[in-house]
Antibody
């Protein structure tokens, strides 16, 4: 079955960067799209961007350009998201999710990674 | 950006009751709409896609309808396990979500 396993919670200092991972199994990663989302607890969900594992092509929400960088490692079927120049406003739960076919609904989600930015 | 306005923000209902959650898009999204259920500390779970198609394994008491800019999610015969937050999401353009509806038992 399809599984998306995200890396563990992170506590990082303001100004630092963090790299989150989303290890997948149960489907053909190399021909799939992966999206990433941000959710501050108790609030709604924001789409950060999407990457096509086949060629590494990306698309970003304008709001997160310069903040998030999406990459993949097809040899390990893992997607990554780098978050840079972190501030307290970046404290949130971040999810990876695989898009449906052929449209951008999301049937498979990781369990989420809590990022806390604090000095 | 396509803005999604969801209502109500919170809802209290009794077991067995029918509840409806509304979502309005800032422009026509041509049925490119999904609904999710999210329980505290968990990831969102897909309920409905294409505005009215029930995702595999989702109980038939959930249904979606609508067109153009107006969409709704209906839950028939509310069960205790339905207590959760619900979000609409459009995918006609890059994905955007409604503000969410928190459903509680009365």
């Amino acid at each position: 079955q399809v599984k998306l396993q995200q890396s563990g919670a992170e506590l990082v200092k303001p100004g630092a960067s963090v790299k989150l991972s989303c290890k997948t199994s149960g489907y053909t990663f190399s021909t799939s799209y992966m999206s990433w989302f941000k959710q501050i607890p108790g609030q709604s969900i924001e789409w950060i961007g999407m990457i096509y594992a086949g060629d590494g092509g990306t698309g970003y929400n304008q709001k997160f350009k310069g903040k998030a960088t999406l990459t993949v490692d097809t040899s390990s079927s893992t997607a990554y998201m780098d978050l840079s120049s972190l501030t307290t406003e970046d404290s949130a739960v971040y999810f990876c999710a695989r898009k449906g076919s052929p449209y951008n609904w999301f049937a498979y989600w990781g369990q989420g990674t809590l990022v806390t930015v604090s000095s | 950006d396509i803005q999604m306005t969801q209502s109500p923000a919170s809802l209290s209902a009794s077991l067995g009751e029918t509840v409806t959650i509304e979502c309005r898009a800032s422009e026509d999204i041509y049925n490119g709409l999904a609904w999710y259920q999210q329980k505290p500390g968990k990831s969102p779970q897909l309920l409905i896609y294409n505005a009215n198609s029930l995702h595999t394994g989702v109980p038939s008491r959930f249904s979606g309808s609508g067109s153009g800019t107006q969409y709704s999610l209906k839950i028939n015969s509310l069960q205790s396990e339905d207590v959760a937050s619900y979000f609409c999401q459009q995918y006609y353009d890059y994905p955007t979500f409604g503000g969410g509806t928190k459903l509680e038992l009365k």
